[in-house]
């Protein structure tokens, strides 16, 4: 059925897989019916399809589909990178995004005018590849290839020199046809013609400037014939109009005795050809942080084979292989050391440069180097999985993605280069008004000058050069940016919220302190204690089970095993019900615990998080664990307050203990005891107090309040990343990593508006001074390339900024 729209609602039908039972697809109604936004909802099991009315100024159908694979069902959701050739510039993006916006089925869709990629996420069930790729060239643009991989660096560099060596030898070739012309040209201006009849000075002048215009730009004469045709105007038909104008006016001269403009139809396109040119090359430089990438991968590895070192190609590297790394080698893949002691440079992932040591049992990262020890290495992830590639990816996508102001941009581009041809039209018709034929020469001259100086370059350029320059940037530093909304939304943050456990501290807490009740032993305390959380995974209880196996504690046997979120855990030990957690859970079973009630406020309050044990009704002691502070969270919180944030810590330790820690870092505002399942609704209170808000946790247990935040920050260590919920995620796993997050943010958002701003402002001077005529065409179509550049060089100067922090 696809999307049909009536009233302000669409209504779409799509395929569910997974359903198996009439329980599935209540189930999916019942997800989709509350969520605000969804006006009514038909899912058949039969069919498998669901039928949702939506508004979509409440909710996306993207979030529609990660509703339904959030209680466990698919969509046959695929994302295709398409590379189109023939854009040439912002209007044409606007174009081809227009035009499969129209096509049922199709959910996103965002065009990278650096890239000349389409990037597209549609439902296969309602929609093909082959109809997306039919939708561009039947408005005149060719897909010339589908689906882009991630590939050598070698091989992506011959074919980018390749372009880059055609497009500079065009360039040549127009400057020699085209010089000649203008020496022609301006001798005759300065009164300095050649001994040779003016017929054939025009002839010559002609001859020569045929080939650059019509040859050397055919590419440029068939992109504008090709968007006229269908109806619209590219930047291209701005140059055709020009150029075509002023070879027409040479011509008439041999017919009527006005001026022959054959130099300037040379002039403007050899300048054409060459700011094209110079804009590949600088955008190739705004796009080197994916070469650097994909430079950094390795190309062999030595594996074991049957006892004996073999080395073969990375492609043929299979997961539980053993890698064999000597000194000063790159460590080939993602995996885990099984042999061996080294310290590994990990700056390409993480931007710092001390050393990592690296022992059996610890994970490492492909790409990194092996700085001193021999290291066997067992392959963990290969291939598209390992965390180079990730990254390529998300970097990739990210460049690729749009910030809101762009969309401002996009809507001027778009009807730029109409209101462009208006505006030429006008001023040759207003010059003849006010002088008739004896101003033609002017009227021409000034309307070309409108048409050339006027191409919106810069305009389409401004926001994805700096995109691109900023989150390489950031990739190269260990911070990677998911989506470029965020870069916007960043900058109006005011609060920002910081989990405890592995943010601010180091999440790897010990046991200090066993106090037993009078009968009871610490070693009796710490078995109990110790038996029951051997069941449980929360870090607080793997430091106490660490605990009683330093001390060589034999474990109980454990029954009816209960985790109460938020309070502890319970079990059955000899047939007793053994209890350890906070006061709460304490209460729930009804244990008196006054006894110790003063030992454990002076405990919390000396930032340690003290647990009751509990054991046939009665307390019998408390275990103290401390969770040490990250050496840079207290340095890192005085810079997100000279930054103009108010640093809030959340955690669900109690309050005394939640202060102690707060006073540690220099944070004023805790947000105490709260339940996992609180987190998010905790962000959305403060967003209900006008407060912007980003949210910086672990990425995993913090999924919820991650994307409840305007700004989602997963803070973690090396592979163990977790993109999926955060708009930022930062490979060190330090606070201090948010620091460089936000300058870079900040830098890049920056940048986009000094672009914006200059391409706006070189317009709206250019195009009247250009109107009146005092401007010559050659200068404006010099001045225009220019223009695209400098933008370009402005974004560049991004990776020279600054992203560390005052300790």
């Known amino acids: 059925?696809?999307?049909?729209?009536?009233?302000?609602?669409?209504?779409?039908?799509?395929?569910?897989?997974?359903?198996?039972?009439?329980?599935?697809?209540?189930?999916?109604?019942?997800?989709?019916?509350?969520?605000?936004?969804?006006?009514?909802?038909?899912?058949v099991l039969t069919t498998e399809k669901a039928t949702v009315k939506y508004d979509p100024q409440l909710i996306g159908l993207m979030d529609i589909l990660e509703l339904v694979e959030e209680v466990g069902y698919s969509v046959n959701l695929v994302e295709e990178s398409l590379q189109v050739d023939g854009i040439t510039c912002a209007a044409c993006i606007n174009r081809i995004e227009g035009r499969l916006e129209q096509l049922s089925g199709l959910i996103e869709v965002n065009g990278n005018l650096t890239t000349n990629q389409v990037k597209v996420k549609y439902l296969s069930d309602l929609l093909s590849y082959q109809q997306l790729v039919n939708s561009i060239e039947e408005i005149g643009y060719q897909v010339v290839e589908a689906d882009l991989d991630v590939v050598g660096a070698g091989q992506e560099e011959d074919k980018e020199e390749k372009m880059m060596k055609e497009a500079f030898n065009k360039v040549i070739f127009a400057f020699i046809f085209t010089i000649p012309v203008f020496i022609l040209m301006f001798g005759n201006l300065a009164g300095l013609r050649p001994p040779i009849p003016m017929t054939?000075?025009?002839?010559?002048?002609?001859?020569?400037?045929f080939p650059v215009?019509?040859?050397?730009?055919?590419?440029?004469?068939?992109?504008?014939?090709?968007?006229?045709?269908?109806?619209?105007?590219?930047?291209?038909?701005?140059?055709?109009?020009?150029?075509?104008?002023?070879?027409?006016?040479?011509?008439?001269?041999?017919?009527?005795?006005?001026?022959?403009?054959?130099?300037?139809?040379?002039?403007?396109?050899?300048?054409?050809?060459?700011g094209r040119y110079l804009e590949a090359r600088a955008k190739g430089k705004a796009s080197q942080a994916i070469k650097k990438l994909l430079a950094l991968e390795a190309k062999t590895a030595r594996i074991l084979v049957d006892g004996e070192e073999k080395e073969v190609p990375i492609e043929e590297v299979q997961v539980d292989d053993i890698i064999l790394v000597k000194p000063g080698e790159k460590i080939p893949t993602d995996g885990v050391v099984v042999e061996g002691v080294s310290a590994v440079d990990e700056s390409m992932a993480t931007g710092e440069s001390m050393p990592v040591d690296k022992e059996e049992g610890d994970e490492v990262i492909g790409a990194t180097i092996n700085k001193q020890g021999f290291l066997k290495v067992k392959a963990t992830k290969v291939g598209k999985d390992t965390f180079l590639a990730q990254v390529i990816k998300m970097v990739e996508e990210a460049q690729g993605s749009k910030v809101p102001i762009q969309e401002f941009a996009d809507k001027v581009t778009g009807y730029f280069v109409p209101v462009v041809i208006s505006i030429s039209l006008l001023t040759f018709i207003i010059w003849l008004l006010l002088g008739g034929t004896a101003l033609i020469t002017t009227a021409i001259f000034a309307s070309i000058a409108v048409l050339v100086i006027a191409c919106p370059c810069a305009l389409g350029l401004a926001t994805p050069t700096a995109l691109m320059v900023g989150i390489g940037k950031g990739a190269e530093n260990g911070v990677l940016v998911r989506d470029g909304e965020a870069i916007q939304t960043i900058k109006d943050v005011t609060d920002i919220v910081l989990d405890k456990t592995g943010t601010i501290t180091k999440g790897k807490p010990e046991v200090i302190d066993i106090i037993p009740v009078a009968n009871f032993s610490e070693a009796e305390v710490l078995e109990i204690a110790a038996s029951i959380e051997a069941r449980s995974e929360h870090p607080l209880g793997e430091a106490i089970v660490k605990e009683a196996e330093a001390k060589g504690i034999d474990f109980k046997e454990v029954k009816d095993f209960n985790a109460v979120v938020g309070k502890g855990?319970?079990?059955?030990?000899?047939?007793?019900?053994?209890?350890?957690?906070?006061?709460?859970?304490?209460?729930?079973?009804?244990?008196?615990?006054?006894?110790?009630?003063?030992?454990?406020?002076?405990?919390?309050?000396?930032?340690?998080?003290?647990?009751?044990?509990?054991?046939?009704?009665?307390?019998i002691g408390i275990i103290a664990v401390a969770d040490t502070l990250k050496e840079d969270s207290k340095a890192a919180i005085k810079s997100l307050k000279e930054l103009g944030l108010t640093p809030i810590m959340l955690t669900g330790d109690n309050q005394r203990t939640a202060r102690a820690i707060a006073d540690q870092v220099g944070i004023e505002e805790v947000l105490a005891e709260v339940l996992p399942d609180e987190k998010a609704s905790k962000v959305r209170e403060l967003q209900e107090a006008a407060k912007k808000v980003a949210m910086v946790g672990d990425g995993i247990n913090d999924a919820p309040a991650l994307k409840q935040a305007n700004v989602g920050i997963a803070i973690g260590t090396g592979t163990d990343i977790a993109i999926e919920s955060s708009d930022l995620t930062l490979v060190r796993g330090e606070l201090s990593a948010v620091i460089a997050g936000l300058k870079l943010s900040r830098a890049t958002f920056k940048t986009i508006k000094q672009n914006l701003f200059w391409a706006f402002i070189y317009n709206t001077l250019a195009i009247p001074i250009a109107a009146l005529g005092l401007l010559n065409p050659i200068i404006a179509a010099g001045a225009m390339t220019i223009s695209s550049i400098c933008v370009v060089l402005n974004s560049t100067r991004l990776r020279k900024v600054d992203l560390s922090y005052s300790a």
Do not use: P, W
């Open 200 to 209: 054939i000075q025009k002839v010559i002048e002609g001859v020569l400037a």
């Open 213 to 274: 215009v019509f040859i050397i730009g055919s590419t440029t004469y068939k992109s504008a014939l090709k968007s006229l045709k269908h109806g619209v105007a590219n930047m291209d038909v701005l140059i055709f109009l020009g150029t075509l104008a002023a070879y027409s006016y040479g011509i008439a001269s041999f017919f009527f005795d006005i001026y022959a403009f054959f130099g300037l139809a040379a002039g403007i396109m050899s300048f054409h050809i060459l």
């Open 569 to 619: 855990i319970v079990g059955q030990i000899e047939e007793k019900e053994a209890l350890i957690g906070n006061q709460r859970l304490m209460n729930d079973y009804q244990v008196e615990f006054a006894e110790l009630a003063e030992e454990q406020i002076e405990l919390e309050k000396e930032a340690k998080t003290a647990m009751l044990v509990a054991y046939d009704g009665k307390v």
């Open 1 to 43: 059925m696809g999307i049909q729209t009536s009233k302000g609602l669409k209504k779409i039908s799509f395929e569910i897989h997974g359903m198996s039972c009439a329980a599935c697809s209540n189930r999916v109604e019942q997800q989709l019916a509350v969520i605000e936004g969804i006006e009514e909802v038909t899912v």
